[in-house]
């Protein structure tokens, strides 16, 4: 269980994190994501990645998109498209799809979805933003 401090301080993290992103300063945000790392660990600094990721999806999809093209070298890089797979594959089984028969995964994580199924999955997707971050999803996975 966490404590508020502990709450305040990964929310002043995330805060910060999307302030960087917003800059898109690859330099930047690699050495914010080291300094985290080193300081705070693997785990919370791919929670903090995650998070601010999320969290830009819902306003700012350009960030998002350039996030997922610009960052793959980073540590979190794996960490946040892992979680963005689990987010895609709950949504594919919330609009009706069939995990091994209208998609499924390889062993590097990817998604693998039937062309037929993608298309009529993100005509399906409810907003504007969650459409955005899906169809990226798909584009890296």
Same mark, same amino acid.
């Given at each position: 269980?966490?404590?508020?401090?502990?709450?305040?301080?990964?929310? %002043?993290?995330?805060?910060?994190?999307?302030?960087? @992103?917003?800059?898109?300063?690859?330099? @930047?945000? =690699?050495?914010?994501?080291?300094?985290? *790392?080193?300081?705070?660990?693997?785990?919370?600094?791919?929670?903090?990645?995650?998070?601010? %990721?999320?969290?830009?999806?819902?306003?700012?999809?350009?960030?998002?998109?350039?996030?997922?093209?610009?960052?793959?070298?980073?540590?979190? =890089?794996?960490?946040?498209?892992?979680? +963005?797979?689990? =987010?895609?594959? *709950?949504? @594919?089984?919330?609009?009706?799809?069939?995990?091994?028969?209208?998609?499924?995964?390889?062993?590097?994580?990817?998604?693998?979805?039937?062309?037929?199924?993608?298309?009529?999955?993100?005509?399906?997707?409810?907003?504007?933003?969650?459409?955005?971050? +899906?169809?990226?999803?798909? +584009?890296?996975?």
């Amino acid at each position: 269980m966490y404590d508020m401090k502990e709450v305040k301080i990964f929310n %002043l993290n995330v805060a910060l994190l999307i302030e960087l @992103l917003k800059l898109k300063n690859q330099k @930047l945000v =690699y050495f914010y994501e080291n300094n985290l *790392h080193s300081v705070m660990g693997y785990d919370y600094t791919g929670d903090v990645f995650v998070t601010a %990721l999320f969290m830009l999806s819902e306003t700012n999809s350009d960030i998002l998109i350039w996030i997922l093209k610009k960052l793959e070298n980073f540590k979190s =890089y794996q960490s946040i498209i892992k979680i +963005l797979n689990y =987010y895609a594959t *709950h949504k @594919l089984v919330e609009q009706g799809f069939t995990p091994g028969k209208d998609f499924s995964a390889n062993s590097q994580g990817q998604i693998l979805i039937k062309q037929k199924v993608k298309n009529a999955f993100l005509e399906n997707a409810y907003d504007p933003e969650d459409r955005t971050l +899906l169809q990226q999803i798909l +584009l890296v996975s």
